[in-house]
């Protein structure tokens, strides 16, 4: 029976694969409106300033500054109110000296006006006349041309993900369409003799095909578009055949393979017959996950993962979303959210072995607090009971209740931005 | 100017709004493999025991553990090789006293088993016959019939997103269509003079609609299906006559009022028009964000949002999308992941309300970061230049730098599950 002859750590197994990872696969242009979840292919450069005239940020009076000094509720300054600005269009009137103007949240300001006193602490007194009851600052209670984004600013970078608020930004420069990075198209093999498809009745001893299920969803989630190629038995010449396939047809392969040892010996056999320079790593220093397969092949990622349905979940969390994110350009790869909770039970652990645990995080007065869940052999079941991983380091033996730990969100998604 | 006679705190409005949530809005059957993010509409019974067959967890012999006690490597116990068991099959063989089966990960225990011995445990001598180096105790590296799950076991409850671990273990018992609860339509009405769609040239005092762009796609992330009507004028007919219809057609309107207090006005007075009991709330103790309506119209939420776009955003997250969490009947309403972080400036605010600042998170060997992003009248590209927003609680008179802050990430997507 082969062993792993060493285990890489996660960290430098994911550093090894990314450094291999082609980056440029390609763009579309898309309509903005549809471009959510999308990541920009170029920097967005803003055709005009923004705002593109000044505008008042309150309801009140536009004023020249100067004519509002030294006013108090004592000593009001009297300013002639010359008429109303309506919204949506040019003032229609100017501001002189000893003049003012009705104003309204996000109107346009008149040529000579320099600042804007807010209604509160103003007091109209009969039909064309305003007591100024608070002096104001120039610049007070305005916004400049230009102030949000200047005319050529870069305003979106490359490899950024299109969220509402870039949605927001685009609509307001007027980017009705965008160019974006094409999809990265993700290959998903199940293998093993035992497995047949979730539509099949089962047979003593088979098992439905649960990788393909869970493998595609999180490609989704992650910005890839999955493409299955269903089971394959533990033949490496089937395997090898479908395999050159995905590989030619997609940007990533994902074999699941059978869980046996034989099974993933035929993976690494096949995956080392499919391109140069194969084999990258073999064995990770994670729990679950140690016999996961890493390789590179003609220039694309391929990942052997592990058949057990959690193990491959958790491998493909953290090295197929990032591959996906890196093929994405995406200017931070692999920042997740970890969010600090107080674990409530003795979670024990080996050293020298990063492990993932199923956990159920909720939280309470005194904070986040973890649930770990026990399962002897990572069943599916015990993941859809958990909401997240928990995270026992590298050197641990065991963790104590009442330890601060790092939890990783189920749904290994990125930071949003 | 009518001003807000008092300010509801954000969670009092949030809980008298839900409590006026009508929660049934019917459901619709998808195939298992489209369900991703979708939330299940009635209880998921398991129709069998997982496994469906005692299974062993490593490659190793499948043995009666009887037959083990007192092995060791000094003394082992002999046994005869009856076979090899293959994956996806019975054994075709069963296992007397004496005797062992060769099994792999996966593969089904014989009858009279009880437990395997790891490969590492064994030595194989001569053609039939396997040494045993160690005891094993009944139930050793096996897996019982139903020890995931159990037939009739209720697996995922009603009011539960599917995420790739339930598809997984729908997928493992065969369940390939679900009923799930229909995406609740949230219908979105921008309103304003000056407002132009996004494809239009402006003219001066005019600005492009930002809203319709960003509530769509906080909609569409939330697991809603927005419908957009496009842009009203400030004019209290023509908002009441599209508002009419939108309430009609969707299960919850929002109205992007125009930004001066007038249109905010017209927005107040046509929401009560709706339907009883119109107005619930009417200003909210949050900055940005307070005059915010809180209505419920004919068994229909309607919020009427401030037309600033970045204050429109902030509560949209904070009220719409409980809303929608509400209407799919999810069982945890607005568990936002928030993340504890170290604040890098001091941050004025004013106490009485809850403050939400833009910020920029990431994370260094400390841990977490928090920049605030000043911005002097919340521009959307503050937003875009964001990742998080940063809570300055109610009665805070400002918070200075190295305050660990609570930072809620900008996706206001709930826990995932």
Redesign the interface.
Known sequence: ?PEFLKLTPIKQALEVLLSHVEVNIGSERVK??DA?GRVTAKPVISP?P????PRS?M?GYAVRASDTFGASEGLPAYLHVKGEI??????GFDIQAGEAGLI?????LPNSCNAVVM??HTQKVGEDTVEILRPVAVGENT?KVG???QEGEE??QRGERI??????????????ELEVVRKPVVGIIST????VP?????????????????????M??SGASPKRYGIIP?QADKLLSISARALNECDMVLIAA??????RDITAQVINQLGSPGLLVHGVAIKPGKPTILAVCSHKVVIGLP???VSA?VVAGFFAVPVVESLLGLSNVA?Y?R??ARLSNNLPSEAGREDWVAGR?Y?NQS?YVVDPIF???N??????R??CLIRVPLDANGLSADTIVEVQ???F?S???
């Open positions: 029976m903005t409106i959510l005009i923004l705002p593109q005239f940020t309801d309506h919204m949506g269009t040019t003032p309204h949240t996000g109107g346009m209604l509160e916004i102030e949000d984004v305003v979106i969220h509402p608020p870039e949605m927001g930004g685009l609509a307001a420069l007027g980017i009705v093993g003799d035992e497995v979730p539509d099949h009745d089962l047979l003593p001893g088979q098992v439905r095909d649960v990788n393909s299920y869970t493998l595609s969803s999180l989704e989630l533990d059978g869980s046996s040892a034989s099974a058949g057990n349905p979940f920042v959210p969010i600090p995080l939280s904070g399962s002897k052999s069943l599916i079941f015990s993941l859809v958990a909401n969100l189920l749904s998604s930071l949003p931005k």
